[in-house]
Nanobody, 121 residues
Framework: QVQLVEFGGGLVQAGGSLRLSCAAS????????MGWYRQAPGKQRELVAA???????AYADSVKGRFTISRDNVKNTVHLQMNSLKAEDTATYYC???????????????WGQGTQVTVSS
């Protein structure tokens, strides 16, 4: 089992910045990819940004140039720096990770509880 705890959501004015953090609990599993998804009311959950254990990143087109994902493999944390926020960035943001059980070779996916980001226009 891996627990993900998110921090840093809140209310910000358009053009402002927020930094989200997510900490994964210690586990016998190997933390592989980590990422952030978001879900706005009435919309499907969508990938915002992801980062591999080697540091390769991927971003949704809507956040490229504004958001930056980073991770600390020693602390098993992932961060999302969000700049130039827009009203359309308002959503619940979820931390996500895929882990690997070295013994069985199985992969598992875990989600955080979500943190609300509200951008006022």
């Amino acid at each position: 089992q891996v627990q993900l705890v998110e921090f840093g959501g809140g209310l910000v004015q358009a053009g402002g910045s927020l930094r989200l953090s997510c900490a994964a609990s210690r586990s016998i599993f190997i933390i592989n990819d980590m990422g952030w998804y978001r879900q706005a009311p009435g919309k499907q959950r969508e990938l915002v940004a992801a980062i591999s254990s080697g540091g390769t990143t991927a971003y949704a087109d809507s956040v490229k140039g504004r958001f930056t994902i980073s991770r600390d493999n020693v602390k098993n944390t992932v961060h999302l720096q969000m700049n130039s926020l827009k009203a359309e960035d308002t959503a619940t943001y979820y931390c996500n990770t895929h882990v690997i059980d070295i013994g069985s070779g199985s992969s598992y996916e875990y989600w955080g509880q979500g943190t609300q980001v509200t951008v006022s226009s």
